[in-house]
C-alpha cells in the first residue's frame, strides 16, 4: 500500500517520516464524596499529539532540513496532512536534531500538536432588542468556549463575568447551550 506524502502548510515531505505516533487523551475530573466514594466528570478531550523521526538521506539532505525548519518557525498553525491522520489545523510545536547534520543526512525528530479553530474565534455578541434601554446583554455558550475566553472577548475579567452569573458554581464546567449574562 503506498501512503500519500505527509504536509503541513506548503512544505511536502519528500518522502513520509520513519516513524510516528498519534496519542489522543480525554480529562476527566474526580469528585470525591462522602464515605469513601467518587464521581467522575468528563471534562472533554485533549488535542491531538502527532510525534515522530525521520531522515534526509543524500544530496541536498540537510538543505532539504532547512526548509522544514523554515516552516517551523512560523508561528501560526496550519493545515497538517498525514497519510494515516484526519486532516487537521495543528501548530508544529517541536523540531529537533538527533546529531550533528551533515550536508548528506539529517535525522531529527518532530511534534505536532492539532488546534481547535473555535477557540481562536471570537464570542459572538447578542445584542438586545432595539428600543431595550438597558436590558441585559447575554452570550450563548457554544461546545468549546471556555470562562475565561468569553470574560475576555467581553471586555471583563472572570470575577466580573461571575458577579453577572451567579448562578454559574463551577466556571470551568460550562455547558453548549447555557445563557450568560455578559452586560
Known amino acids: 500500500m503506498k501512503l500519500s506524502s505527509m504536509r503541513f502548510k506548503d512544505y511536502v515531505w519528500p ?7 498519534i496519542g489522543f487523551a480525554r480529562d476527566v475530573a474526580v469528585h470525591r464524596v462522602p464515605f469513601g466514594a467518587y464521581v467522575l466528570q468528563q471534562m472533554g478531550r485533549r488535542q491531538r499529539i502527532l510525534r515522530g523521526e525521520g531522515e534526509f538521506v543524500g544530496e541536498g539532505a540537510y538543505a532539504e532540513f532547512k526548509k ?3 516552516v517551523f518557525y512560523e508561528s501560526t498553525p496550519g493545515m497538517l496532512t498525514h497519510p494515516l491522520w484526519d486532516t487537521a489545523q495543528a501548530y508544529f510545536v ?6 550533528e547534520p551533515r550536508e548528506d543526512y ?20 447578542v445584542l438586545p432588542a432595539a428600543g431595550a434601554q438597558g436590558a441585559a446583554e447575554t452570550y450563548t455558550v457554544e461546545h468549546g468556549d471556555s470562562f475565561q475566553g468569553i470574560a ?23 455547558r453548549a447551550g447555557e445563557t450568560l449574562r455578559v452586560r
Not at 15 to 21: D, F, I, K
Not at 94 to 99: A, E, H, P, V
Open 15 to 21: 518522502h513520509n517520516p520513519r516513524t510516528y505516533e
Open 68 to 70: 522544514l525548519a523554515t
Open 94 to 99: 517541536s523540531l529537533r536534531l538527533k546529531q
Open 106 to 125: 539529517v535525522s531529527y525528530s518532530f511534534e505536532f500538536w492539532e488546534c481547535y479553530d473555535h477557540y481562536r474565534e471570537k464570542p459572538e455578541r
Open 152 to 174: 475576555r472577548a467581553h471586555g471583563l475579567t472572570t470575577a466580573a463575568l461571575l458577579a453577572l452569573n451567579p448562578q454559574i458554581r463551577n466556571p470551568n464546567a460550562l
